[in-house]
């Protein structure tokens, strides 16, 4: 069993900057992709940025340019620095891990980012 545990969430000034970070519990093998997500209306949640087991990324078209995705494989951890911060990207951010060709996903309990204008 994989627990996702995040940091980092925080209140800033927009312009300002975050870094999040996620750690996965027990061992990760294989195809695997660890992204972070934001909710952005009652339970739907969009991707914000992702990184897969080989280093391949993707942004959402919002974040592009201020946002950058990192992983450290060797300590199972995700990382998000955030800049440039919009009141926009105000929600609460989740760290999620798809693991496998019909992949099983994880997901971490969230942690909330609050630009103010």
């Known amino acids: 069993q994989v627990q996702l545990v995040e940091s980092g969430g925080g209140l800033v000034q927009a312009g300002g900057s975050l870094r999040l970070s996620c750690v996965a519990s027990g061992s990760i093998y294989g195809l695997n992709v660890l992204g972070w997500y934001r909710q952005v209306s009652g339970n739907q949640r969009e991707l914000v940025a992702s990184?897969?087991?080989?280093?391949?990324?993707k942004y959402a078209d919002s974040v592009k340019g201020r946002f950058t995705v990192s992983r450290d494989n060797a300590k199972n951890t995700i990382h998000l620095q955030m800049n440039d911060l919009k009141p926009e990207d105000t929600s609460v951010y989740y760290c999620r891990l798809d693991v496998g060709r019909y992949p099983y996903v994880y997901w971490g309990e969230g942690t909330q980012v609050t630009v103010s204008s």
């Open positions: 990184v897969t087991h080989d280093s391949s990324t």
